[in-house]
């Protein structure tokens, strides 16, 4: 039972990423899925999350606008779409599955409701200016 995200890499402002999430032993699309980013000497911080099956979605302010979370039920994944990137966008990224707890928007607000760290070890998204 995993995630692996991948996706990750090194841009400059303005330019996009498409990040993948790939879930085995179990179906994705039975959780809440989140993306998570940490910046270095940073709490963890809510980027962009999903609801069961097909959403709802949500985004956090930081990226609303510029981000597109979906999931591909066939196949176990959820991807995210970051377009205009921006230097303070640069962090490791996570996913994490979590069972649902008040609306979508609030989980993805409040990342001390996510088992953060017991999941994939993320993928680095660095953007230069």
Not at 28 to 54: M, N, Y
Not at 68 to 84: E, F, G, P
Not at 103 to 121: I, N, S
């Amino acid at each position: 039972v995993k995630v692996v995200e991948s996706g990750g890499g090194l841009v400059h402002a303005g330019e996009s990423l498409k990040l993948s999430c790939a879930a085995s032993g179990f179906r994705l699309d039975s959780f809440v899925t989140g993306w998570f980013r940490q910046a270095q000497g940073k709490e963890h911080e809510g980027v962009s999350c999903i609801g069961l099956s097909d959403g709802p979605t949500a985004y956090t302010a930081p990226v609303k606008g510029r981000f597109t979370i979906a999931r591909d039920i066939t196949n176990h994944m959820v991807y995210l779409q970051m377009n205009s990137l921006k230097p303070e966008d640069t962090g490791v990224y996570y996913c994490v599955p979590a069972s649902p707890h008040g609306t979508v928007q609030e989980m993805c607000d409040h990342p001390h409701l996510w088992p953060l760290g017991e999941w994939g070890e993320g993928t680095q998204v660095t953007v230069a200016s």
